[in-house]
């Protein structure tokens, strides 16, 4: 848009993310190409007196956020002409887009985004914070959970004379808490109720609350019941405490974690009676795994994405071996020729000479044309699976620590790529696959015959590490000068 910055401090903004009460999200790229969102507060509220301090002491605060939930903030500057916050950029779909492209979550599935959900929330809460706007565009599901972004900065614009003069406030009509609807005091109860809404949404693709007019939807947040058909059996007790009107019936995160886990809500009785309890462990996201559509994913790539590449070292084995038996087929013909005239007459001369040049073109050629030792890498949103003739090795993305796809150090040509894996601590890598004497790194050479295939391959590969290792791909270089784009991480932030 003509009316956005190119540029919020060290950062380069590409394009615009969304829109709100508070500000503008920016993708913005780092000097090294890491990918991250930035907010950037409307100057409006920037220049209302007490809102830099507000909003210096909550982006502190928001930084202490931990746990896997969460996109953290990475970098802020409060004092700058016009304030902005960048935190990790999450490349996944929101649950919004999810439902709204694939349906409904399954009960596995929902329940796993309750757990993650409620984590998330532990961790914001336990910080000091309030999230004041939990909404599906604000949850971005990964092939391992969902993540909260957007969080730690509302509180700052409490109070502001722009918002009370506009009527703006903070927070989405249909996922408000009562309290928000209408403006009493909020504290985390209140992302507990817009929880409670998401869940319901998630279960059913529409709010509990209906649709409609902003006053209409306050007015059923605060007065009528939500409406809750369709959330599955086994968690409709769950969601209708977190919908619970008045905040002090409402579980907190921790509470919910337990209540997700077999335990009972407050109270012991009727909604938060045992009857919505599930196995002690929290399973794993299902369904919800296998639907990876980053919001800026490469186009055209599939669900599963395999390039074959032989090795080096065994192709140009087979090569020299190749050369020298053409070499001696064709230097035996003439001494063969020789003795045979000697011994057998000029009769047989003529057929020592074929055979010779048999021999050396026949050996020759099949060395020389022996196929190299192949090898292949296949990636999908799950993991990674490798293998080397009989050796095959996979790995789910939540072992991986990094992924690097570089050029091989010793290369002759832009041909050899090495594809390197830094598993996490305590990880190890099979034989045949270590790179070096680290019991946590592989390494799998990929040599392409071809020049102009080798590129498309290569294309393939880089696109595939980009939507599916999110957040753990490092884009070397070298093949960002080859393909285009930019270095560093090529996937969240």
């Excluded at 071809?450 to 939507?467: K, P, V």
Aim: charged share 20%; proline share 8%.
């Amino acid at each position: 848009m003509p009316d956005d910055p190119a540029v919020i401090g060290p950062y380069r903004l590409t394009a615009r993310l969304g829109e709100g009460g508070m500000g503008r999200v920016y993708l913005g790229l780092s000097r090294s190409g890491r990918r991250l969102a930035v907010k950037v507060v409307r100057p409006d509220i920037a220049a209302d007196p007490g809102f830099r301090e507000r909003f210096r002491r909550e982006v502190e605060a928001a930084r202490t956020v931990g746990g896997f939930w969460t996109a953290p903030i990475v970098d802020a500057d409060p004092d700058a002409a016009t304030p902005w916050v960048a935190s990790d950029y999450i490349d996944a779909p929101s649950l919004g887009l999810l439902v709204d492209r694939r349906g409904a979550l399954d009960e596995r599935a929902l329940r796993s985004m309750a757990a993650g959900l409620a984590e998330a929330l532990e961790a914001i809460h336990g910080a000091g914070l309030v999230h004041r706007d939990l909404k599906p565009s604000n949850i971005m599901v990964t092939g391992d959970g969902p993540r909260v972004i957007d969080f730690g900065i509302s509180k700052a614009a409490e109070g502001a004379t722009t918002l009370t003069e506009t009527g703006l406030v903070i927070g989405t009509p249909g996922f408000m808490s009562p309290e928000q609807a209408s403006g009493a005091r909020v504290g985390p109860a209140s992302d507990i109720f817009s929880l409670g809404a998401v869940l319901a949404f998630a279960a059913t693709g529409e709010g509990p609350f209906g649709a409609g007019s902003v006053p209409a939807l306050l007015y059923r947040v605060v007065h009528d019941e939500p409406s809750l058909e369709g959330v599955p059996e086994g968690l409709r007790g769950v969601v209708a405490v977190c919908l619970e009107k008045e905040p002090g019936r409402r579980p907190s995160a921790s509470e919910l974690l337990d209540l997700l886990s077999g335990g009972a809500a407050p109270g012991g009785t009727g909604r938060g009676s045992p009857a919505y309890a599930r196995p002690p462990s929290v399973p794993p996201m299902g369904p919800v795994a296998e639907v990876h559509e980053p919001q800026e994913a490469p186009s055209g790539v599939p669900d599963e994405v395999e390039v074959r590449a032989g090795t080096a070292r065994r192709q140009g084995r087979g090569t020299t071996l190749g050369g020298w038996m053409t070499l001696i087929g064709f230097l035996s013909i003439f001494p063969g020729a020789l003795v045979t005239e000697a011994f057998a007459g000029g009769g047989a001369v003529l057929t020592v000479l074929v055979l010779g040049m048999v021999v050396g073109m026949v050996g020759g050629g099949i060395l020389k044309r022996q196929p190299p030792a192949e090898r292949s890498v296949a990636l999908t949103a799950e993991g990674l699976h490798c293998r080397v003739l009989r050796l095959e090795w996979s790995s789910p993305w939540e072992d991986v620590e990094r992924i690097t796809l570089r050029p091989l150090v010793t290369a002759a040509t832009e041909r050899q790529w090495v594809l390197s894996v830094v598993l996490r601590r305590g990880m190890t890598v099979p034989p045949g696959f270590a790179d070096g004497l680290a019991k946590n790194k592989a390494g799998i050479p990929l040599v392409f015959a071809d020049q102009q295939d080798h590129r498309a391959a290569l294309r393939r590969l880089d696109d595939a590490l980009r939507c599916f290792a999110d957040g753990l791909y490092e884009r070397h270089d070298a093949l960002a000068a080859l393909l285009g784009g930019h270095g560093g991480r090529g996937g969240a932030g």
